[in-house]
């Protein structure tokens, strides 16, 4: 069945560093790829959806690819300030085992930026 | 405009006790999904509500997981003889699916402690 994986599962860099977050899936055939951010305590808000026909999307000093046929998406963020410090999720909906509705998520990349 | 809204925001019950849980979508939208976050778990799918079809109860763990959408729009999860392995934050998504960008926007969850 679709499983997504998350590398790294924390990450610590020093304010200003540009840094790329990984996200793999074990099924290409997904309908789309989000990548989400939740704080501590918090629920979860989307940053970027990348529907399966879509290679990337960008959103200010986001930029999210995916490469489907290779099962991966990147998330690279320009710039790190401490405020993009949060847990960084990645999920597809599709795949076996999954539907065009339901969200698959990897365990996520907890990012801390330091001032 | 309001986003999704989940009540209670905590809940502490004792083992074998019935709990309910809340959540009211973005207005408009059809889809109506519920996840769970445990510790260690990351998220997992429970349920998926569409419209009027029959819903995706695929991701309930047992029997003891039910839950409702009364007139297309708030949505119930009930727990029934709770267990300690139930403790965990259920949080609840709506989208409107069929829209290019079919994103899900995410309550703020509800947190479950089982005694």
């Known amino acids: 069945k679709q499983e997504v994986t998350q590398i790294p599962a924390a990450l610590s860099v020093p304010e200003g560093e540009n840094l790329v977050l990984n996200c793999s899936f074990t099924?290409?055939?997904?309908?789309?790829l989000q990548w989400f951010r939740q704080d501590p305590g918090k629920g979860l808000t989307s940053l970027l959806l990348?529907?399966?026909?879509?290679r990337e999307q960008t959103s200010g000093r986001l930029n999210a690819s995916l490469d489907k046929s290779s099962g991966r998406s990147t998330l690279y963020i320009a710039a790190s300030q401490p405020g993009d410090s949060a847990t960084y999720l990645c999920?597809?909906?599709?795949?076996?085992?999954?539907?065009?509705?339901?969200?698959?998520f990897g365990k996520g990349t907890k990012l801390s930026v330091k001032p | 405009g309001a986003g999704v809204s989940q009540s209670p925001s905590n809940k502490v019950t004792e083992k074998g006790k019935d709990v309910e849980l809340r959540c009211d979508p973005i207005s408009g939208h059809t889809a109506l999904y519920w996840y769970r976050q445990s510790l260690g778990q990351g998220l997992e799918f429970l349920i998926y509500f569409q419209g009027n079809s029959a819903p995706d109860k695929s991701g309930l763990p047992s029997d003891r997981f039910s839950a409702e959408r009364t007139g297309g729009s708030v949505s119930t999860l009930t727990i029934q003889r709770t267990q300690q392995e139930d403790s965990a934050v259920y949080l609840c998504?709506?989208?409107?699916?069929?829209?290019?960008?079919?994103?899900?926007?995410f309550g703020p969850g509800t947190r479950l402690t089982v005694l």
């Open positions: 998504a709506s989208s409107v699916p069929g829209l290019s960008t079919d994103t899900q926007y």
């Open positions: 999920a597809v909906t599709g795949g076996y085992g999954g539907s065009q509705g339901n969200l698959i």
């Open positions: 099924d290409s055939a997904i309908y789309n």
């Open positions: 990348i529907q399966s026909s879509q």
